[in-house]
């Protein structure tokens, strides 16, 4: 799977939109975009993926740059409660040998101050 | 709909004590199955996944193992616990389109 570089740590202020970076220059063609995220204590989330198109659902949206070496995850209105540490993974989509295996770096720590 | 089980929430073992974690999934079936573990202020670390009853992989060489008896049962266990196993134990399950589904996770403190 590709690796993907994030920003450390990141500040928001509640009710602005919160944008999460990460490169991913290495990515392949077949390889998809996940974003997760961990709350303090509990397990991983999901919260999206993408190939090549942006995506957008009730948590939030994807953007996929054209050459798809980077992407920005979007909080359109971040509240205390998204407050986390954010995962991007670059991934083979269904198929293949992975049996779907995710590898987690070390995230953006996002806090959403008030 | 699909639930994970996975307990206990907290476990505060000796060292040199025997371990073991359950994990349960309702709603699917024969579903792929995953344990993490998360040291602290590490990141997430593949242990073990399963494709099928009776079918384990070994990411990393360490002092425990896996098995699942049964198609939603995923157990990680360990016949003599080390200081380095101590950390935050999660479970998952493949669901559609390749989204992982977590458990709630046992934080495991070995003194």
């Known amino acids: 799977d590709a690796k993907t570089t994030q920003p450390t740590s990141m500040d928001c202020a509640e009710g602005r939109a919160a944008n999460l970076p990460c490169n991913h220059s290495?990515?392949?063609?077949?390889?998809?975009v996940y974003w997760y995220r961990q709350i303090h204590s509990q397990g991983p989330q999901y919260i999206i993926h993408g190939l090549k198109n942006n995506e957008t659902n009730e948590m939030a949206s994807l953007i996929i740059t054209e050459d798809r070496k980077s992407s920005t995850l979007i909080l359109p209105h971040a509240t205390l409660r998204d407050t986390a540490v954010y995962y991007c993974i670059v991934r083979v989509g269904a198929g293949g040998t992975s049996y779907g295996k995710l590898t987690f770096g070390q995230g953006t720590i996002l806090t959403v101050h008030p | 709909s699909q639930t994970i089980h996975q307990w206990p929430a907290t476990l505060v073992q000796p060292v040199g004590s025997p371990l073991s974690l359950e994990c349960t999934v309702e709603g699917t079936s024969n579903p792929n199955l995953y344990w993490y573990r998360q040291a602290a202020g590490r990141g997430l670390q593949l242990l073990f996944y399963s494709v099928g009853i009776g079918q384990i992989s070994s990411e990393v060489p360490q002092n425990l193992s896996a098995s699942r008896p049964q198609d939603r049962q995923f157990i990680l266990s360990s016949k003599k616990l080390l200081l380095s196993d101590s950390g935050f134990y999660l479970c998952?399950?493949?669901?559609?389109?390749?989204?992982?589904?977590f458990g709630s996770g046992t934080q495991l403190s070995v003194l």
């Open positions: 998952a399950w493949k669901g559609y389109r390749e989204k992982l589904f």
């Open positions: 290495t990515i392949s063609g077949n390889e998809y």
